[in-house]
């Protein structure tokens, strides 16, 4: 009774910690713009393929592989930690348990998948530890980014040890019936078949307690850490953009008034058309930014795999679109809580473009969309930086200088070129074909 007691008063604690960032992060979301969701069933499938088979990150094969373990593994796993707050808190031992193959399975996956878990952290400390990797060390990723990782891998291991501990003196305890098989657990608890069953009890008991809550303080941490993607890469997939990468997205309104200049007799068939108030063109700062965008950057793990491919950062420009998905993140941290307070025309003097994204980065960008098809959790990068430029372009008129030619030549000659319409078939003048155009 005393340990549900016990129990109860942690895991409400956790709760209400974990509360208190839901709300947080809910007055961010309030802060975003609409992004809207449709097609529910090819989301569905996209979800299962990018997440759930973790088809992206086979693009490198080895490393990709020991993610995939680890994510797998966490989904195994999960349904013990399932089982474990059952057990605090009705005071249940094992609760889930059924004769047969289905919980022993589970069990002995879970069993196998903690040990393979483990060797796959050690591989990741290891490499950001000593291999130069240069997706570890760009300009953008801070001494706390560092730290950030190296803490989460840190409670991961603590994790999987905790788990095999707990495992391990369970064997050794050997209740009857033994619930669950767990074949590494088994084998490790034969080197220690001589320890007292009183001790054997005692070290569960205490092994149960650390795992658990270790889980309680991982859920807490995850939110304000790089490995939230833990909880939200899975909904990410299923909210991706389902538009071809190349397919920009036009501002409805503009579209709308485009097309009645250049065909006002649409303006009867729609009435509506182009009476919208427009707050903002683009994307200036974070209450300009979808949910969808935020929903990014909350879900970027940092892992750099999207700069790694970029054409501009490569050249040596300043662009790196992992940086852009930080710095929403970071720049929604430093203002939402003041737009929360003081509502949403609150200003601090700062904003996304200008203080956190320059125009350079900005301009580097040739919306080749690799970032976009490298990242493992289909974070969309080029349509937020389109949107930034959008704001520079139609509010403030400042685009590099080779654009704003185009756009006089669109202006004037209803092409990108400084010549003419009615010069444009000029070239074919001497040769014998015969060509048409409107
Ligand atoms: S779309 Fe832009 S940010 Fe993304 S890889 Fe291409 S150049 Fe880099
Ligand atoms: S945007 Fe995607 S690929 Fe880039 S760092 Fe974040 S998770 Fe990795």
Same mark, same amino acid.
């Given at each position: 009774m005393a340990k549900q007691?016990?129990?109860?008063i942690?895991?409400?604690?956790t709760?209400?910690?974990?509360?208190?960032?839901?709300r947080?992060?809910y007055?961010?979301f309030?802060?975003?713009k609409?992004?809207?969701?449709?097609?529910?069933?090819?989301?569905?499938?996209?979800m299962?393929?990018v997440?759930f088979?973790?088809?992206?990150?086979?693009?490198?094969?080895w490393?990709?592989?020991l993610h995939?373990?680890v994510?797998?593994?966490?989904c195994?796993i999960?349904l013990?930690?399932v089982?474990?707050?059952?057990?605090?808190?009705?005071?249940?031992?094992?609760?889930?348990y059924m004769?047969?193959?289905?919980?022993?399975?589970?069990?002995?996956?879970?069993?196998?998948?903690?040990?393979?878990?483990?060797?796959?952290i050690?591989?990741?400390?290891?490499?950001r530890?000593?291999?130069?990797i240069k997706?570890?060390?760009?300009?953008?990723?801070s001494?706390?980014?560092?730290?950030?990782?190296?803490?989460?891998?840190?409670?991961?291991?603590?994790l999987?040890?905790s788990?095999?501990a707990?495992?391990v003196f369970y064997?050794?305890?050997?209740?009857?019936?033994l619930?669950?098989f767990?074949?590494?657990?088994?084998?490790?608890?034969?080197?220690?078949?001589?320890m007292e069953?009183?001790?054997?009890?005692i070290?569960?008991?205490?092994?149960?307690?650390?795992?658990i809550?270790?889980?309680?303080?991982?859920?807490?941490?995850l939110?304000?850490?790089?490995?939230?993607?833990?909880?939200?890469?899975?909904p990410?997939?299923?909210?991706s953009?389902?538009?071809?990468?190349?397919?920009l997205?036009?501002?409805?309104t503009?579209?709308?008034e485009i097309?009645?200049?250049?065909n006002?007799e649409?303006?009867?068939a729609?009435?509506?058309?182009?009476t919208a108030?427009?707050?903002?063109f683009?994307?200036?700062?974070?209450?300009?930014?979808?949910w969808? !965008?935020?929903?990014?950057s909350?879900?970027?793990?940092?892992?750099?795999?999207?700069s790694?491919?970029?054409?501009? !950062?490569?050249?040596?420009?300043k662009l790196?679109?992992?940086?852009?998905m930080?710095?929403v993140r970071?720049?929604?941290?430093?203002?939402?809580?003041?737009?929360?307070k003081?509502?949403?025309?609150?200003?601090?003097?700062?904003?996304?473009?200008?203080?956190?994204?320059?125009?350079?980065e900005?301009?580097?960008?040739?919306?080749c !969309?690799?970032?976009a098809k490298e990242?493992?959790v289909?974070?969309n990068?080029?349509t937020?930086?389109v949107?930034?430029r959008?704001?520079?372009?139609?509010?403030?008129?400042?685009?590099?200088?080779?654009l704003?030619l185009?756009?006089?030549?669109?202006t004037?000659?209803?092409?990108p070129?400084?010549?003419?319409?009615?010069?444009?078939?000029?070239?074919?003048?001497?040769?014998?074909?015969?060509?048409?155009y409107?």
């Amino acid at each position: 009774m005393a340990k549900q007691i016990i129990f109860i008063i942690t895991l409400a604690l956790t709760l209400g910690v974990f509360a208190y960032t839901v709300r947080r992060l809910y007055y961010f979301f309030r802060i975003t713009k609409r992004f809207p969701i449709k097609n529910y069933a090819k989301r569905f499938w996209l979800m299962m393929n990018v997440s759930f088979l973790q088809t992206k990150i086979f693009r490198k094969p080895w490393i990709g592989f020991l993610h995939a373990l680890v994510f797998w593994g966490f989904c195994v796993i999960l349904l013990g930690s399932v089982e474990m707050i059952f057990d605090g808190l009705t005071g249940s031992e094992r609760a889930f348990y059924m004769e047969g193959f289905f919980y022993k399975f589970i069990f002995a996956s879970g069993d196998i998948f903690a040990l393979i878990i483990l060797f796959a952290i050690v591989v990741f400390i290891f490499r950001r530890l000593f291999l130069k990797i240069k997706r570890f060390s760009a300009r953008e990723l801070s001494h706390r980014n560092h730290i950030d990782a190296y803490v989460a891998l840190s409670l991961i291991l603590l994790l999987m040890v905790s788990l095999l501990a707990m495992n391990v003196f369970y064997c050794v305890e050997n209740p009857v019936p033994l619930k669950g098989f767990y074949p590494i657990s088994s084998f490790l608890a034969v080197y220690l078949k001589d320890m007292e069953h009183e001790s054997a009890v005692i070290l569960y008991e205490l092994s149960w307690w650390w795992h658990i809550l270790l889980i309680f303080l991982f859920a807490n941490i995850l939110p304000y850490s790089k490995h939230f993607h833990v909880f939200l890469s899975v909904p990410n997939t299923f909210f991706s953009r389902l538009d071809p990468l190349g397919k920009l997205p036009n501002m409805d309104t503009i579209t709308k008034e485009i097309k009645l200049m250049m065909n006002p007799e649409t303006a009867f068939a729609t009435p509506e058309s182009g009476t919208a108030v427009i707050e903002r063109f683009g994307v200036k700062d974070v209450e300009d930014i979808t949910w969808k !965008n935020y929903f990014d950057s909350l879900c970027c793990t940092q892992c750099g795999r999207c700069s790694s491919v970029c054409p501009a !950062n490569l050249t040596g420009k300043k662009l790196s679109p992992r940086k852009i998905m930080m710095d929403v993140r970071a720049r929604m941290n430093q203002k939402g809580p003041g737009i929360i307070k003081n509502g949403k025309d609150f200003d601090d003097g700062k904003s996304l473009l200008n203080n956190f994204i320059n125009k350079e980065e900005i301009w580097a960008c040739t919306t080749c !969309n690799a970032c976009a098809k490298e990242c493992p959790v289909n974070i969309n990068q080029p349509t937020l930086i389109v949107d930034l430029r959008r704001f520079l372009v139609m509010e403030e008129s400042s685009a590099p200088s080779g654009l704003n030619l185009m756009f006089t030549n669109i202006t004037n000659n209803g092409a990108p070129w400084q010549f003419s319409p009615e010069d444009r078939m000029n070239w074919a003048k001497d040769l014998k074909i015969s060509c048409k155009y409107d």
